[in-house]
């Protein structure tokens, strides 16, 4: 006659062969059996190429990308500043076709964007402010 404790550790020890070909706790077949070791052992290793992808330690996805859009920049960057300068060309005279700003200061077409947001711009309408 055993004890309850000698019961358990003689079932817990009892290791099983699985159809899959691992050796596996008794206890634990169950789960096991749902386990993904199981179940891509038993499907011949056919892991979804996406599951194999996130397998993949994080460094190596990042140097992967990294590769990418190097590459990418290496084939496109030519034809991206041709573009611009196309662009550039194309709107040369707009670009550069001097506009009023509202404050009164002449400025192009490119910069009076970036100049509304300038200083110069705000002490400029100020002033105006102050005179009306
Ligand atoms: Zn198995
Ligand atoms: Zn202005």
Redesign the pocket.
Known sequence: MSTKSERMKAIHGVKVT???G?Q?ARWSMSK??ESKT?QS??SGEIIPRQERFDKQPIEQRREKERERSAKYRNENGDKCRENNREYWHKNKEELCKKIQCECGELSTKSSLNRHRKSKNHNDRLQKQQLND
Do not use: G, N, S
């Open positions: 699985c159809e899959c691992i596996v096991h059996l199981h052992k038993i």
